[in-house]
């Protein structure tokens, strides 16, 4: 098992639409967790840090659920500049664990 | 441009042929890490140093692999006698530590990538 899972998708939504993924983590160990985004062909870039309280930046929302190790990202009003591949991240120690991606296509 | 850079962009080599790839991080970050991502995967942690010290490797990073990181500024990453299962990018991060004692929060930047292909 994958200490990181994520649908790999992909995702097809149009534009407008509010797509939610969802990540699960198994090291109970994982302290901190994280988005990125990575672009075709190109290096994963921080989207947003992970909070249980919950956190949201602009239109993008991210929760975690440590009970559940539970990851989850929204984006609202999506944007065919959000076309890309989402990594759900957990850190523990000092490195950090990706999961696959999902890959979002946002349609016009 | 002051993001981490790597050096060179793409490889292409025969198998059994050794490289080198270089990564400079962003001048005042101590923390560098080495990552290695196959099509449709995320990206897995190879090592890291902090500043020369190299504090951790992955059991990916076979006798074959060498990193250094000799004063603490850029490193390089060496694969020896390289075989097809090698090719993949190689992505180099860099962070600012600043040792508060707790779990460390600092974001990791990524560099662009060194992507290798063994024919």
């Known amino acids: 098992r994958k200490e990181v899972e994520q649908d790999p998708g992909p995702f097809n939504v149009p534009e407008g639409a509010t797509v939610a993924f969802n990540c699960t983590y198994s090291n109970s160990a994982s302290q901190s967790f994280f988005w990125y985004r990575q672009d075709c062909r190109k290096e994963p870039k921080l989207l947003m840090s992970?909070?249980?309280s919950g956190n949201e930046d602009g239109r993008f929302t991210a929760q975690l659920n440590r009970a559940s190790q539970y990851i989850s990202l929204l984006i609202r009003d999506s944007k065919l500049s959000d076309s890309a591949t989402y990594l759900c991240v957990a850190r523990t120690g000092e490195k950090l664990t990706f999961g696959t991606g999902t890959r979002l296509t946002i349609i016009p | 441009d002051t993001g981490v850079s790597q050096d060179p962009r793409h490889k292409i080599t025969k198998r059994g042929q050794n490289v080198t790839f270089r990564c400079d991080p962003i001048?005042?970050?101590?923390?560098l890490y080495w990552y290695r991502q196959t099509l449709g995967q995320g990206p897995e942690f190879l090592t890291y140093?902090?500043?020369?010290?190299?504090?951790?490797k992955s059991r990916l990073l076979s006798d074959r692999f060498s990193a250094e990181r000799p004063k603490g500024s850029f490193s390089t990453l060496e694969i020896q006698r390289t075989e097809q299962g090698d090719s993949a990018m190689y992505l180099c991060?860099?962070?600012?530590?600043?040792?508060?004692?707790?779990?460390?929060?600092?974001?990791?930047?990524f560099g662009p990538g060194t992507r290798l292909l063994v024919l």
């Open positions: 140093f902090q500043n020369e010290a190299q504090l951790e």
């Open positions: 992970v909070y249980s």
């Open positions: 001048s005042e970050h101590n923390r």
């Open positions: 991060a860099s962070s600012l530590f600043r040792g508060s004692g707790g779990p460390s929060q600092e974001t990791q930047y």
